[in-house]
């Protein structure tokens, strides 16, 4: 039990963490400047609806290629999943196609 603890002050004391650090070692690395904005602010609004998108498209790509082979065991069953599972998917494309996702300005 003794080792342990040892080997565990050992361990804290050779860390990284507690050595002391400069001011330049301190700053974050942003390829030798300072940071002007905020990382949230740098992006437009629009392509967070896109990525939003193509996570719709991804999700049903991941969905259709298990169910290729589950079709063939399952049938009709199969069949009626995959359709209510895109017309999910289908309302919300068409949802942002209404709100011009599609569109760039």
Do not use: C, N
Not at 27 to 38: C, I, K, R, S, V
Not at 85 to 101: C, D, N, T
């Amino acid at each position: 039990m003794a080792l342990i603890f040892a080997l565990a002050l050992l361990g804290q004391l050779a860390s990284p963490s507690s050595w002391p650090t400069s001011w330049p070692q301190a700053m974050p690395f942003l390829g030798g400047g300072d940071q002007g904005a905020h990382a949230w602010q740098r992006y437009h609004i629009r392509y967070y609806s896109m990525t939003l998108l193509f996570i719709a498209f991804e999700m049903e790509m991941m969905f259709m290629y298990p169910w290729a082979v589950v079709f063939v065991a399952e049938g009709m069953k199969a069949m009626v999943e995959m359709g209510m599972f895109l017309a999910i998917l289908s309302v919300g494309i068409v949802y942002g196609w209404r709100e011009g996702v599609f569109r760039w300005q």
